[in-house]
């Protein structure tokens, strides 16, 4: 690859000189980044939005800076502004951005520079980084990684090519990449989601910025994963001395590692202040609120902050196909799962080449009871098998082995496991689903009276006024107007969507809802009230719930017993308080350790915890 | 790489198969057979018909026997010499023919195929990266009218433009003079001045529809994160179009540039014939009126089988190109 440093004109000189402004004009003395009065506008045939209205923020020198918010708080929006990277159609309209990179040399006004221009090319990539949060949408599928980080060397060095090589490995080592030499040549799909975005901060740290911007660079990780990149992100920024403004949505994470604490909402900035301020003394109701929707907080041991620093970690073993029971209450279960398997075969291998048949092992004679009324948790990270067990609960699948015994009203137990699809179809009436995306889950050519209607109509329990009460009365009962009726999906906000999702699954009168991730795409505020709608609706009708997520603050939070499922195995189960107070097998144990305290008070106290199975040799790759 | 390459091409074997079965099918679908047709209009012209010579062919091409026995016999031929048949109309060997034509419809399509990509490209980029702008309007309103104006139509106005204003003979890819003439610089020189007009006529239809490819591609890849990545980077913004988004908006058309091989053969018939140009495509239509099958036949085949063959290029610089494809499926 031929190496084109385009060296600085002239006029780059006087643009920057034009947009230097003296220290002494920043907020404070130590300020890296000193925001004043910064709009982004989205202008368009649609109308016009106020992405950033009018914030102001400072950014000290060697802090972390968490800017929290729900989905069009303007936090993403505020991040790309910075640098001017904002998607068309939004600018930066008005205000300053003033940045120091360093202490001896004037701040320069960012927001005067030309966003297409070479002075702020200057700035990105190497005073400044930026981490996203896909990392697999942010990176090219189609260049190596290697290419791609060495392009932010090639860009804003001289370095020979062989050189940019060997600074690029080094960076992938120390962002903790095992095999970095081979690595450097491998593409964003042949690693795994914690590698990604490991190589991302590698590119985005690899000029040694004096500030990094991580746009919510956890939020599409497992949560293991995460803690190792908050880990890692803290390691650095302590190692290289750097600031950091770390946005995201997740208060947990706020508490594990913000120093300030800038809260926004509907493009303004409504509360900043020291972290422990904003945790213990909100002064905004919006923090208020945001607080509130947290699980319920442990009390505060100690009223000092901590100087954040990497926990000490623990590796425990125990075997993957041992599975914990704590004590079962003496009940008589609705739905009773044994030995339950489900196997995929993949096929590899073209046509007319030697075929692989293998066999995927999602669910592995697994044993559950659900009782009645009660709400079972199944929680496990990426592709442990969780929402298979529902989906073949639901018999979406037919399962490979085991039974599935549903207890009926009157007393008969049946087996869904063998059943024809026929026999099925009381069974499909009596357990419903909710699904996670309430975006793709609605066909959005049907308007709400149709989706609600919808089962009742296949099944031919109602039709005509009689359907159309029913769906009224639903849509009263999810706290929805009997108006919106005749609206489409698109019509609704996705709260509201999440509402007509369960209002169609609660439509035939069903005994057992699976709600798959069903709050886990949704702001917490919004995911609060659902959580309520579905509580409430749960003792108002005497649902049994079998709610499977990632996240477990929710879980923790709703349910009665918890089922923690690894690789396709249930490794431990028991009532919520066993498994969270006193979780017996390594895996939860390190689970549990991973989730953020939402209480700055508490960082760094919790020992973390890494879980290696005995019968798998530590693989480099995924535990790292 | 090599193992896609080898499974790639064992693939082709049966499509080929199959291909060449349709291909004589068709040549049988008229009613009766090509010779006795022959024959009866030869005999209504009052010319007399050798017995000996029409059983000769009716052996050769085994015009009495069922259809596989047929298929066998002319597919053979082709597999085993190289023979394509005869054709009637001309009663020369298909191959022969079609050999004759051969070069100046490679010439032309290349040409051609050329012309489109070095205008469509650049534009369907430009309109992508200045969206809704006053040049992106203007090419997508010429690229529309380029692909609704009739070939044909185009190619007698162009025609007509060469005659009245550059003094050039009217059809075909030679002036009168040099038609005959052997091969020499002046030559080559009067072919250039004739060639512009189809490869403008042909090459702006497909242009159209490239731009609006090409545009469409950009655009979905344009607004993708990691556009902005690179442009947290500090890229330039003309170097991170050309290094990320263009990469992946090309690969549809990596994907069908094979398909543009039997094209190139086949010389694109109607404008071909308008223009009366020497190329492969008005043999193909005057074959097919006057049902000279083998003819026909055999040209139908040769594009059937460059077309496979060219899907098969496609795939596998697709591979080349995309790591996702190489690697893709383990």
Sequence with gaps: ?624 | MLRFVVHRVLHVIPTLLVVTLIAFFIIQLPPGDFLSSQIARMEAAGDSVDPAAVEALRTRYGVDEPFWVQYWKWISNILLHGDFGLSFEYRRPVSDLIMERLPLTILLGVATLLFTWAIALPAGVYSAIRQHSGGDYVISALGFIALAVPNFLAALVLAYIGFKYFGQSVGGLFSPEYANAPWSLAKFGDLLEHLWIPVVIIGLAGTAGIIRTTRANMLDELHKPYVTTARAKGLPEGRIVRKYPLRIALNPFISTVGWNIPSIFDGEVIVATVLALGTTGPLLLSALQSQDMYLAGGIILIVAVLTVIGTLISDVLLAVVDPRVRFGGK
Excluded at chain 1, 20 to 39: M, Y
Excluded at chain 1, 323 to 335: C, N, W
């Design chain 1, 1 to 624: 690859m031929i190496r084109r440093r385009r060296h600085p004109r002239r006029d780059v000189g006087r643009e920057l000189d034009e947009a230097a402004v003296t220290a002494d004009e920043l907020a404070s003395p130590d300020a890296v980044l000193d925001i004043r009065g910064l709009q982004t506008v989205f202008r368009s045939d649609e109308g016009v939005v106020r992405a950033v209205d009018d914030i102001d923020l400072v950014v000290r020198r060697g802090t972390t800076t968490c800017v929290v918010g729900e989905s069009g708080s303007g936090k993403s929006a505020t991040a790309r502004s910075i640098i001017q990277v904002v998607d068309v159609p939004g600018q930066v309209e008005a205000g300053r951005i003033l940045f120091r990179p360093d202490d001896s040399r004037p701040a320069v006004d960012m927001a005067r520079l030309d966003p297409r221009g070479e002075a702020i090319r200057g700035i990105r990539g190497r005073e400044i980084g930026l981490i996203f949060q896909e990392p697999m949408a942010s990176l090219s599928a189609v260049h190596t990684i290697g290419n791609q980080i060495s392009e932010v060397l090639e860009l804003h060095t001289d370095l020979p090519p062989a050189e940019i090589r060997d600074r690029v490995i080094e960076e992938l080592r120390s962002v903790g990449i095992p095999r970095a030499e081979e690595r450097i040549d491998a593409f964003t799909f042949q690693l795994s989601g914690g590698m990604r975005q490991r190589a991302m901060i590698a590119m985005a740290l690899i000029a040694r910025p004096s500030l990094l911007i991580a746009d919510e660079p956890t939020t599409a990780l497992d949560v293991t994963t995460q803690a190792q990149i908050l880990d890692l992100l803290g390691d650095l920024k302590r190692e290289r001395d750097m600031t950091m403004i770390f946005i995201t949505h997740d208060l947990g994470v706020v508490a594990e590692i913000a120093d300030d604490v800038v809260v926004m909402r509907h493009g303004k900035v409504v509360e900043t202040g020291p972290v422990d301020q904003i945790f213990h003394d909100p002064q905004h109701d919006y923090t208020k609120e945001l607080l509130a929707s947290l699980p319920q907080r442990h009390s505060a041991t100690r009223a000092v902050v901590t100087e954040p620093e990497t926990p000490p970690t623990t590796t425990v073993g125990g075997s993957a196909d041992e599975s914990v029971r704590h004590t079962a209450p003496d009940v008589t279960p609705l739905l009773s799962v044994r030995d339950l398997r489900m196997e995929f075969d993949t096929v590899s291998g073209a046509l007319f080449g030697r075929k692989r048949k293998e066999k995927v092992v999602a669910v592995n004679g697994v044993s559950l009871d659900v009782l009645p009324g009660s709400t079972v948790g199944l929680v496990g990270e990426s592709g442990c098998g969780k929402t298979t067990l529902g989906r073949s609960i639901m018999r979406v699948y037919q399962p490979t082995a085991g039974e599935i015994r549903y207890r009926s009203g009157d007393g008969t137990v049946a087996d869904l496991a063998t059943m024809s699809e026929k026999q099925l179809l009381p069974y499909r009436r009596a357990m419903r689903m909710i699904f996670q995306d309430p975006y793709g889950s609605l066909n959005p050519r049907m308007t709400v009276q149709q989706v609600i209607g919808e089962p009742l109509r296949v099944a031919g329990m109602a039709q005509g006024s009689e359907l159309s009460d029913r769906v009224a009365d639903m849509l009263d009962r999810v706290g929805l107007k009997r108006a919106m009726a005749t609206r489409y999906p698109h019509a609704f906000s996705g709260g509201e969507r999440q509402r007509i999702g369960i209002a169609r699954a609660l439509i035939t009168g069903p005994e057992l809802v699976i709600a798959d991730e069903a709050v886990s795409a949704l702001d917490v505020s919004v995911r609060t009230q659902i959580l309520e709608l579905l509580a409430g609706l749960q003792s108002e009708l005497g649902l049994t719930y079998l709610f499977v997520s990632h996240d477990l603050s929710v879980v923790e939070r709703i349910c009665d017993r918890v089922a923690v499922m690894y690789y396709g195995n249930i490794v431990e189960e028991g009532s919520a308080a066993e498994v969270f107070e006193d979780p017996k097998h390594g895996y939860t144990r390190a689970l549990l350790s991973a989730v953020p305290i939402a209480d700055p008070r508490l960082r760094g106290t919790r020992e973390r915890i890494v879980y290696r199975p005995d019968d798998v040799p530590a693989a480099d790759d995924e535990a790292a």
